[in-house]
């Protein structure tokens, strides 16, 4: 049976520019990341966040083939040469108010060093509407084409936006799974 430990748990007391977690031990056999987020990006509803490991900004780095839906018609990308492995969705400023979206990332083995990394995630752009565009589903699988352990991890808001209060996150170490 898979045991989740609570590696850090931290929820934003004001505007953030980001959340990122260092020096994560390799003690565990995965990584799991729950969040809720909210951006306070003015005058939109729907904000695009970046997902990056150990600091690394190079596009050549990076790859991701997501399924999307922002309307009846689902969306599908394939990216490489991108600063992140995906690009998931937030309510901004202009969304329902006290509105957070979810985000959900799994980083399976990632403390091996023989092999590049695997990074799957979902995340959900709440808000109460029906019009296309002002909500929104992602669910993403990404590749680092490094073979580094994975010991810091950042997530922000796209475009220099904030995260609000009360968006948090919490890192869990999965062992036994």
């Not at 931290?10 to 729950?34: C, F, Q, R, V």
């Not at 799994?106 to 590049?116: G, K, L, Q, R, V």
């Given at each position: 049976?898979?045991?989740?430990?609570?590696?850090?748990?931290?929820?934003?007391?004001?505007?953030?520019?980001?959340?990122?977690?260092?020096?994560?031990?390799?003690?565990?056999?995965?990584?799991?990341?729950?969040?809720?987020?909210?951006s306070d990006a003015a005058a939109t509803i729907s904000v695009t966040g970046l997902v990056q490991l150990n600091g690394e900004t190079t596009n050549t780095n990076y790859s991701y083939t997501e399924l999307g839906a922002t309307s009846s018609t689902p969306t599908t990308a394939?990216?490489?040469s991108e600063p992140t492995l995906g690009y998931p969705p937030m309510p901004g400023a202009s969304a329902l108010a006290d509105t957070?979206?979810?985000?959900?990332?799994?980083?399976?083995?990632?403390?091996?060093?023989?092999?590049?990394?695997?990074?799957?995630?979902?995340?959900?752009?709440e808000n109460n509407s029906t019009t296309d565009g002002e909500w929104g589903l992602?669910?993403?699988?990404g590749l680092w084409s490094n073979t580094d352990a994975v010991d810091e991890i950042l997530i922000s808001p796209a475009g220099g936006s904030n995260f609000v209060q009360y968006s948090t996150f919490t890192l869990y170490g999965v062992t036994g799974a």
């Open positions: 049976m898979a045991a989740f430990t609570v590696i850090d748990h931290t929820e934003m007391t004001g505007a953030t520019a980001s959340w990122s977690e260092t020096s994560i031990s390799s003690s565990y056999d995965h990584l799991l990341i729950k969040a809720s987020m909210r394939q990216l490489s957070f979206g979810i985000l959900t990332v799994w980083i399976p083995h990632y403390s091996n060093t023989a092999n590049f990394k695997q990074v799957w995630w979902q995340a959900a752009l992602k669910v993403n699988a």
